[in-house]
């Protein structure tokens, strides 16, 4: 039996000088995550410091977009009026992922800190650099259909599961964060990491800090826009491959592009070179197809996972072409009424 402290925290300042004077001391949200972890033996937290009293409105404005609460459930923000109408493609994502019951338990900001699903990592009885630095990777070898893709090193071929950062990426959101010393913010892009020779560090949290906010800039892509994950059953299921699409179209030309990929990579995999390869150009599949050849340049895999790259390649395309009709795309779970 492992001692666990428990302190439920009514201010950030008190939760992070908790969580800040102990390295063994972690937040805990909606404990979908960190539990599972706790139970694997994966680590021994001397205390959870529980932020769920810290919860404020789900959406507040901003000069330029909107404020999402780091500490609100998924399913309340996926359901939220100002997102279903204004920022479909994440009310899309975030209900493409997990079970309605992890929804409404999970909060926006754990699941940005979700852990890898990397079947050899959550078995203790394997080497696993992500786990224990220097001990080696066994997926590299070992069973590695749901690897990485892209931007994987010989230390490790995770994939980063969420689907809700999938949109954020797409989205140009960032991250703010109080802790303790003081306030700051994180492009989207510069918030998760990539496994390089530190496999064990998924994001650029420090310890003690306290995810407060996202914000999301007004550009909401709600005319031309589509999630697709695909996945081995049509729930509760991690993605295999997902993309998130956001398009501007002006007079058959098309004015912005953002392409994010899920499943494929340590960290939400965007490039900007594709997006901006399509700038101008027709909505057509075949310049689509060349866009997806670019994020899929230098694409890898490990055997088991190899079919990920036409996979991806496909689900680009058409998710592309969903985006331009929107009520084309796969059903989900349905928006509210
Ligand atoms: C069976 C199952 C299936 C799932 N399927 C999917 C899926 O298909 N797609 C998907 O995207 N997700 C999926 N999930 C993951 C789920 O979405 C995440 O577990 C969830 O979002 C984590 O949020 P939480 O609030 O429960 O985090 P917790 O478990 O409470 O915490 C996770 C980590 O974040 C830290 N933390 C939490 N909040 C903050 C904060 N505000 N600031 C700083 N640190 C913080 C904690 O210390 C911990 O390290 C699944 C989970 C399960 C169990
Ligand atoms: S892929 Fe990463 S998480 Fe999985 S075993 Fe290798 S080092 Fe560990």
């Known amino acids: 039996m492992n001692d666990l402290a428990y302190f439920k925290s009514n201010s950030s300042a008190e939760a992070i000088a908790q969580v800040a004077a102990d390295e063994q001391s972690r937040f805990i949200g909606g404990g979908t995550n960190i539990i599972d972890l706790i139970k694997y033996n994966l680590f021994f937290p001397s205390s959870l410091v529980d932020i769920n009293g810290l919860k404020k409105e789900i959406i507040t404005k901003t000069d330029d977009g909107i404020l999402i ?4 459930k998924n399913a309340d923000l ?3 009026q100002t997102i279903e109408d204004q920022y479909p493609l994440l009310s899309k994502a975030i209900l493409a992922g997990a079970s309605p019951q992890i929804r409404n338990m999970a909060t926006n900001g754990g699941n940005l800190l979700q852990r890898t699903r990397c079947y050899y990592f959550y078995d203790a009885n394997t080497p696993c650099n992500k786990r224990e630095p220097g001990s080696g990777c ?3 070898n070992g069973y590695n259909r749901n690897m ?5 090193t010989e230390h490790c071929i995770a994939v980063f599961p969420s689907d809700m950062c999938v949109a954020l990426a797409a989205l140009n959101a960032s991250v703010h964060i109080a802790g303790p010393n003081g306030n700051r913010i994180l492009q989207f892009a510069d918030f998760h990491r990539l496994p390089g020779d530190t496999p064990h560090l998924d994001n650029n949290l420090q310890h003690g800090e306290l995810i407060i906010g996202i914000e999301l800039p007004n550009r909401g892509f709600n005319k031309y826009y589509s999630y ?3 996945r081995d059953r049509n729930s509760y299921a991690f993605a295999l ?7 501007e179209i002006e007079r058959d030309a098309i004015t912005e592009a953002r392409i994010a990929l899920g499943g494929v990579a340590h960290k939400p995999w965007r490039i900007g070179e594709a997006e901006a390869f399509l700038k101008g150009k027709s909505p057509t599949r075949a310049n689509f197809s060349l866009a997806a050849d670019i ?3 230098g694409a890898k895999g490990y055997g088991f996972n190899d079919f990920k790259i036409g996979l991806a390649k496909k689900a680009i395309i058409r998710n592309c072409m969903m985006a331009l009709d929107p009520s084309s795309q796969l059903p989900g779970a349905q928006p509210s009424l």
């Open 138 to 140: 066994s997926a590299l």
């Open 228 to 230: 697709l994950k695909l």
């Open 69 to 72: 609460d780091a500490f609100a």
């Open 78 to 80: 996926a359901y939220h």
């Open 241 to 247: 491959v997902s993309v998130a699409t956001a398009l």
């Open 295 to 297: 994020i899929l340049e």
């Open 148 to 152: 990485a893709i892209l931007g994987t």
